[in-house]
């Protein structure tokens, strides 16, 4: 195999007396996704900010094509895109004019300008809204111009900082399928997203952070299948039932147990996946416990992420 | 050398960016010069009938001091500016480009300045209107200007270290109204400085906006046998004196900026 397009080994960044980064491995390997995924404060932008030279580490060492962060900053700059998490395109400036002002300074010539502009509108699914001014943009429409603002040069490597946060679920879709596209055009991505479903839906590669450090990483199917893979999930009809839907599910699923009072739900990691459904089903029936659903399921992201801190995603302890 | 010609090119593009702005917003300009035109009316009208400058119209000695106060209070939007860009995560933006580092501050200055430069037009009018006139000749005139011009965009470069350091719009301009409305006012801007008491008194002698108003005033010819400038060193070369205060403040603080942006962190 080559070597990784994005690369990163102990890094560390303080702030005060702070680690924001406290020993941070990365190896991303050319033309594909990789999602940092973790909580607000785990780090995510920091490892952004360091990789796309805008911010030195304290220790540790990275490169992006090769080339050293620190030491070969200018050299990276030419080989990346980035979009941060807030949109930086002007509001009072058309698409166009943005895409047109965002080329001078890759310094295209002004036709050279232009001419990309109308290309990256195109590749965008802009080119309707291209003469209006951005302030007449929906949230979407906004960060596809922010990334298309910096694939003016079609670097190989891009750098997304949240990429969907704040888009509803619809303009969220087009901006995945925006970023799709970048990869299967060979340009290697590295986001980062609070979101399970992002990392989910784009990541060929996720590292789960949280603290300054990698907590996981492997694929989405290998990091569920680190939960034991498959969960039941049973719903009663009676919330008093919850405890003793619980105790049946300890007994016949076997592995890990959760409850979610507020859903009526207990959920249990599956050990045999074969029998499991039928298993607990026939126990619940014995128990005399009335389930109103019992689904089995991949583990989501999030139970990996509850599984491997004790906290889920938006940060509260598990009871 | 070729960097710098780059940088120039790369500020340019900024700059345009900045004024496309002002021509699509044009409330940041049309405030810019309300302010100073009301400034001049009230001076003219109000103060103009109780101040006494022998020798000579109030309204004429007036002109220079207002100009003065208007450039440097101008030249604070490139620290509203830069913070405003700080917040926004543009600065990241731009920091990410192949791109010199001074350039985005070489454009912004150098908008600020354009913007200057109208404001100075609009009042230059409205002062013609209440009746100030130039007594000089086209070339001191301009040169009158220029000296002006040239304190501001200094400051400007002042205020994009400030912009930079505080990162919020609100604050540096909270922050330069306090300190910059004191300077250009314990000053020679509106009224004669010997009658102020002694500390104040130094201090407005010494005080750059008063070498600036000086030089204008005499380069415009506003200024009457009757009513000579202090014997201090810059107020008797006000000229040269401004020239020097510019120089010094660019010499110190376009470094500190270029340093500022370089390590920036917008949070
Ligand atoms: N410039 C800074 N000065 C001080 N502390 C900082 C700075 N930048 C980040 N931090 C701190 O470092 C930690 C990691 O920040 P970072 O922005 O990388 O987190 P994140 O994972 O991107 O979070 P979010 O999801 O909120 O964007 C946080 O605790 C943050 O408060
Ligand atoms: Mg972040």
Not at chain 1, 58 to 66: E, I, L, S
Not at chain 1, 117 to 133: I, R
Not at chain 2, 13 to 39: E, G
Request: a neutral charge; one cysteine or more.
């Amino acid at each position: 195999m080559s070597s990784p397009v994005l690369f990163a080994e102990g890094l560390r960044k303080r702030f005060g007396g702070y680690y924001a980064l406290d020993g941070f491995d990365l190896s991303v390997p050319a033309g594909t996704v990789c999602g940092l995924l973790g909580p607000n404060g785990a780090g995510k932008t920091t490892v952004l900010r360091i990789l796309s030279t805008l911010m030195r580490p304290d220790g540790g060492r990275a490169t992006v094509n090769g080339f050293d962060v620190a030491r070969q900053a200018a050299e990276v700059r030419n080989h990346i895109g980035m979009i941060g998490q807030q949109s930086t395109v002007d509001d009072i400036l058309t698409g166009r004019e943005n895409l047109a002002l965002w080329g001078r300074l890759y310094h295209l010539s002004a036709a050279n300008a232009r001419r990309r502009a109308d290309e990256l509108l195109e590749q965008f699914g802009l080119t309707a809204a291209g003469s209006k001014q951005v302030k007449h943009y929906s949230g979407g429409m906004r960060r596809r111009l922010d990334l298309a603002s910096s694939f003016i040069t079609a670097p190989s490597v891009m750098f997304l900082d949240e990429p969907t946060a704040g888009l509803d679920p619809r303009n969220r879709i087009e901006m995945w399928s925006a970023v799709r596209a970048l990869a299967l055009g060979g340009t290697t991505v590295l986001l980062t997203t609070q979101l399970l479903d992002e990392a989910d839906q784009l990541a060929d590669q996720i590292v789960l952070m949280d603290g300054g450090r990698e907590i996981a990483s492997g694929t989405p199917d290998e990091l569920k299948a680190r939960t034991g893979g498959d969960w039941i999930d049973v719903t009663v009809r009676n919330i008093a039932e919850i405890p003793a839907a619980a105790g049946v599910m300890a007994r016949t699923a076997g592995g890990r147990l959760q409850t979610t009072p507020a859903e009526n739900r207990v959920s249990a990691a599956v050990t045999n996946r074969q029998h499991a459904l039928t298993d607990v089903t026939r126990a619940l029936h014995a128990a005399g416990i009335d389930a109103e659903d019992v689904t089995l399921r991949r583990a989501t992201l999030d139970e990996v992420f509850l599984l491997l801190t004790g906290q889920d995603l938006e940060g509260e302890e598990a009871s | 050398m070729n960097g710098f010609v780059e940088a120039l090119a790369d500020g340019a593009v900024v700059a345009k960016r900045n004024l496309i702005k002002v021509k699509r917003v044009p409330d940041l300009i049309v405030f810019a010069t309300l302010s100073p035109i009301m400034f001049v009316l009230l001076f003219a009208y109000v103060f103009g009938s109780a101040i006494e400058i022998p020798g000579m119209n109030y309204r004429e000695f007036l002109m220079a001091g207002i100009f003065a106060q208007t450039v440097v209070f101008g030249a604070t939007i490139t620290g509203t500016g830069l913070a405003e860009d700080m917040q926004k995560g543009i600065i990241d933006r731009f920091r990410s480009l192949p791109m010199a580092r001074s350039a985005v501050l070489i454009g912004r200055t150098t908008s600020d300045l354009l913007n200057n430069v109208i404001v100075i037009v609009v009042m230059s009018v409205t002062g013609l209107i209440v009746g100030w006139r130039i007594h000089s000749s086209f070339l001191e005139a301009l040169a009158g200007f220029g000296v002006m011009l040239l304190f501001a965009y200094a400051i400007s470069w002042g205020m994009a270290v400030v912009g930079l350091a505080v990162r919020s719009p609100e604050v540096v301009n909270n922050a330069s109204f306090i300190v910059i409305f004191p300077l250009t006012f314990i000053a020679n801007t509106f009224v004669g400085t010997t009658n102020l008491p002694g500390p104040l008194k130094a201090f407005a002698e010494w005080n750059p906006i008063s070498a600036v108003t000086q030089a204008a005033r005499e380069l415009f010819g506003n200024t009457s046998p009757g009513f000579p400038a202090p014997d201090v060193w810059p107020l008797r070369h006000p000229v040269l004196a401004s020239v020097l205060w510019s120089l010094v403040i660019l010499a110190v603080f376009i470094p500190l900026a270029i340093r500022q942006y370089r390590k920036a962190v917008s949070r």
